[in-house]
């Protein structure tokens, strides 16, 4: 068994005994091609509650300090997470990730660019945008609820969106506008 699977229910394990989560729509995960995730941030434990599907394996775009973090740093690079400069144009990680998309994997990214604990889906930044544009790539919004420890969180997936007609699009805000309004749908179904 991988290291992905072994910590997959593992956590698995955790998020339905602590946080009693339950996935909704998972049958909108497509089993394969390279697919893009974009989720609202409220908790550090989002990727966690996204990851625990056994639809497919997911990387993660994370902020780069996480990587520097003993042993968790150590795993979460071994699980596959790509690492982010914060507040810059990280051209390392923007590659990583077309890379991994195009290679058919499935990236989970935050468009949002950090945690908004009041549970407001604010304003996102372009880089969903950007891969999106540089592949192409199929597009599944995701929305999950603030977590409570022995309360019911849930986890969302919107059908997937094709994206390829903004391939050659210039115009990023528009790609993240479509993709932030999925978000927000979802978003209210869950309350």
């Not at 003993?70 to 990583?96: C, E, H």
């Not at 549970?119 to 950007?130: E, H, N, P, Y």
Request: aromatic share 6%; glycine share 6%; net charge positive.
């Amino acid at each position: 068994m991988s290291l992905y699977k072994v910590v997959r229910n593992i956590c698995k394990a955790a998020m339905k005994f602590f946080y009693r989560v339950e996935h909704i729509n998972s049958e909108n995960i497509p089993t394969e091609g390279g697919v893009l995730f974009c989720a609202n941030h409220t908790s550090n434990l989002d990727p966690v509650m996204l990851g625990v599907t056994n639809r497919r394996e997911f990387s993660f775009m994370a902020k780069e300090s996480l990587i520097k973090i003993p042993l968790l740093g150590t795993i979460i690079k071994k699980l596959g997470v790509i690492p982010v400069k914060r507040n810059s144009n990280d051209i390392l990680a923007i590659k990583k990730a077309i890379e991994a998309l195009n290679s058919g994997k499935a990236i989970m990214i935050f468009p949002e660019g950090t945690r908004h604990k009041d549970g407001v889906i604010r304003d996102a930044k372009d880089g969903a945008a950007l891969l999106i544009k540089k592949t192409g790539a199929t597009v599944v919004p995701c929305a999950l609820t603030k977590h409570s420890l022995f309360k019911k969180s849930r986890v969302i997936f919107g059908k997937p969106l094709d994206m390829s007609e903004y391939k050659d699009s210039k115009d990023l805000k528009h790609i993240t506008n479509v993709i932030m309004d999925e978000v927000k749908k979802l978003y209210e179904e869950l309350k």
